[in-house]
């Protein structure tokens, strides 16, 4: 049969309703040929020919509805079956007791079905019909036109009254089958979207990777917590944590073992902390801890060491093991702000303070470190146009021989003349041009122009002088301060040995392959290499060796206390005894007094720099120290110029 319910699965639900009328349809038309052959056979019985032939025509028009179902013609073969039962009914009705013959039990198994099968107009067209055909039927009666002939009733009867309602209840029974099927198909389906949303809302509300609540929850359960501290009067704090070493586990291990990494991190905020309290994740290694109903700042300071100490211990990580630890940072309501962004980016503040504390460490927010951040804002937009606006300009320092006393050369400083703020020292801007990543474009600048002055100095026949110039670990992680010097070497025709390099030794650790590499090709042009405040930072001495250093610049805070320190020339003998058998040269730096000088020159270091000889200078002035100064072997004179701000 065409109307079987079809399983593929490409058909749609308009297929499967058709699909089901026509199954219902053909079930219904077999029911009731059924019931017409029964009828068929009592009329038989009862030689009742009349309604044998009433039930014969009916059973060769059902017989065309079944057919026209089998074409799929489904609404003129639900037409069809039911106006040919309307119709039968009536006759039936007409020709035995009128109104009271059991045959009006047929109008409404039509009207059920009807309801079920056909559109709501035909279904009114066929109750329109019955309606008239009672009505009329009665109004016969009522004017004495017609008289219907009342029997009692008989088995007969009864065997026609059966007929007609075992038909009915199995057509019924169908057709609440359907009804129950549609209302569990629609349950399940409200489930479904109920699930669905559900799980949106989830994914929208959580962290895929921690399956920690995200920011999002975070403001949204902030509210709540905000609302219970003011009703209880309690404090509330929010915790930006962020993890240490997350960027190297990264970069050293992988991803995968770094988002594994993550996970557990995650797991041990939350075990760090109490059910009350929620853990987020506010995005890569940065986490975010809300503790709602604190008594004081007291009780968040023992929970954030709680935190801190549980986040120390090391990982196991595919049994890798990582030591990590992280740097916190806590603002708190009432006092730093009543709103969650705000809360959280005084939280971040102070959590870069605790990382600039040296990491590991925790920080309470305060006003001091809302200032710097607003003063850091308005340097860091100052900064981005000094180059353009000619704000920036280079000192010199020069640097002798101590034994000799005949000037060396110098190191080029950085001053900032800000146009509002004045003379701004390399100590407040550096580190900020160092997080924007301007100090790229900055120490461009000062490569280009250190190599235009030793040309000049060199046209101006002040002979050979050696300029050194400081060079921050960024340049180095950019991969191309090497072409950057080379071009400025060639721009301006300098022999390379007139170039100096200083970096800090903290440059030194980071062993990545650029580094190293970008380390190799700048000693290959020729340049000099020194190590800028040695003794202060990670002193790993291969490296020393491993990067063909040149020079050593012995740190200002040895150097400052030296006649009055015994330790500190204990220091001072043995770097510049390691530094000679390396077959390295020494400086010391920032040396203020005679009795330092000759110290130092004891101790056997080859050169000096500081304010004994000369502040920094502008170039004028530099060149006139350098004109007044011998460069060969002489006497030292020093302080012959006027000093500048350092
Ligand atoms: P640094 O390279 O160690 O430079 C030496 C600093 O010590 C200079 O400070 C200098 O003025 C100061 N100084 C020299 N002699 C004496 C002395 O006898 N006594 C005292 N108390 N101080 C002395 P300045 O010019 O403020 O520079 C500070 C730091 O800024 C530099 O330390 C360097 O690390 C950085 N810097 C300066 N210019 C540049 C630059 O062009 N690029 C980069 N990346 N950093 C720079
Ligand atoms: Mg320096
Ligand atoms: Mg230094």
Redesign the pocket.
């Known amino acids: 049969m065409n109307a079987a319910p079809t399983n593929d699965p490409r058909s749609s639900p308009l297929d499967e309703d058709e699909n089901l009328h026509a199954r219902r349809l053909s079930q219904l038309g077999v029911t009731v040929l059924l019931a017409l052959g029964t009828g068929s056979l009592i009329a038989l019985v009862r030689q009742d020919w009349r309604t044998l032939g009433f039930m014969a025509a009916a059973l060769l028009l059902v017989g065309a509805s079944l057919a026209l179902t089998r074409r799929r013609r489904i609404q003129p073969a639900a037409l069809l079956m039911l106006w040919t039962l309307a119709v039968i009914a009536t006759l039936a009705m007409w020709t035995n007791q009128g109104i009271y013959s059991p045959a009006l039990l047929v109008y409404p198994v039509v009207l059920v079905i009807g309801s079920m099968l056909v559109r709501r107009g035909q279904l009114l067209a066929l109750l329109v019909f019955m309606a008239l055909c009672l009505g009329g039927m009665t109004w016969l009666t009522e004017t004495g036109r017609h008289q219907f002939e009342l029997s009692p009733p008989t088995y007969g009867v009864l065997a026609y009254v059966l007929t007609i309602l075992g038909a009915f209840s199995a057509a019924i029974l169908l057709l609440a089958g359907d009804l129950r099927r549609a209302l569990a198909r629609v349950r399940t389906e409200v489930q479904r979207v109920q699930e669905s949303s559900e799980q949106l809302r989830y994914l929208a509300e959580h962290d895929q990777l921690t399956g920690l609540p995200n920011r999002r929850l975070g403001s949204l359960l902030f509210e709540q917590a905000i609302g219970t501290a003011r009703r209880n009067g309690t404090l509330l704090a929010v915790m930006f944590v962020d993890l240490d070493n997350f960027k190297s586990i990264n970069d050293s291990f992988g991803h995968s073992i770094g988002d594994d990494f993550l996970r557990q991190a995650a797991e041990r905020l939350r075990a760090a902390v109490r059910s009350s309290d929620t853990v987020f994740r506010q995005g890569g290694d940065e986490f975010l801890i809300l503790l709602p109903d604190v008594r004081d700042a007291a009780a968040v300071s023992a929970a954030a060491t709680h935190v801190l100490a549980g986040m120390c211990r090391p990982y196991t990580v595919r049994e890798i093991t990582v030591s990590s630890s992280c740097s916190i940072g806590v603002a708190m309501f009432p006092g730093e702000s009543h709103d969650f962004e705000t809360l959280v980016k005084k939280a971040d503040l102070a959590m870069h303070h605790a990382k600039d504390a040296g990491r590991n460490a925790i920080r309470f927010f305060d006003e001091a470190m809302n200032a710097d951040m607003v003063e850091d804002l308005m340097l860091g937009t100052g900064l981005a146009q000094a180059l353009e606006k000619n704000e920036l300009s280079?000192?010199f320092?020069p640097q002798l021989d101590l034994a000799s006393g005949r000037l060396l050369g110098a190191?080029?400083?950085?001053?900032w003349q800000h146009p509002e703020l004045g003379w701004i020292?390399?100590?407040r801007f550096?580190a900020l041009?160092?997080r924007s990543g301007l100090?790229v474009e900055?120490?461009q600048w000062?490569i280009d122009q250190a190599c235009r002055q030793l040309r000049a100095w060199a046209d101006a026949g002040l002979g050979h002088l050696v300029l050194s110039?400081?060079?921050?670990t960024?340049?180095f992680k950019r991969g191309t301060i090497d072409l950057v010097v080379n071009q400025a070497l060639d721009r301006h025709g300098i022999n390379p040995a007139s170039l100096e390099l200083?970096v800090?030794e903290s440059a030194l650790i980071h062993d990545a392959e650029t580094f190293v590499a970008t380390l190799a090709r700048l000693k290959s042009l020729g340049v000099g290499l020194s190590i800028?405040?040695f003794g202060t930072g990670y002193s790993n001495l291969s490296y020393l060796q491993r990067f063909e250093v040149d020079k050593l610049?012995i740190?200002?805070s040895f150097?400052?206390r030296l006649s009055q320190s015994e330790p500190d020339q204990a220091i001072v003998r043995a770097i510049v005894q390691m530094a000679k058998s390396l077959k390295l040269q020494t400086t010391g730096?920032?040396?203020?007094d005679q009795a330092t000088a000759a110290l130092l020159r004891e101790l056997g270091c080859d050169q000096g720099?500081?304010?004994?000889f000369s502040?920094?200078l502008p170039l004028a002035q530099f060149e006139r120290f350098a004109r007044e100064h011998p460069r060969a072997a002489g006497t030292m004179q020093a302080g012959s110029a006027s000093p500048t701000p350092?």
Do not use: F
């Not at 730096?589 to 203020?592: A, L, P, Q, S, V």
């Open positions: 280079l000192h320092q190191e080029a400083l950085l001053r020292p390399p100590a550096i041009a160092e100090i900055i120490g000062v110039i400081n060079v921050s960024i340049q200083e800090t800028d405040d610049k740190d200002q150097v400052r730096e920032g040396i203020e720099q500081g304010y004994l502040r920094p350092a």
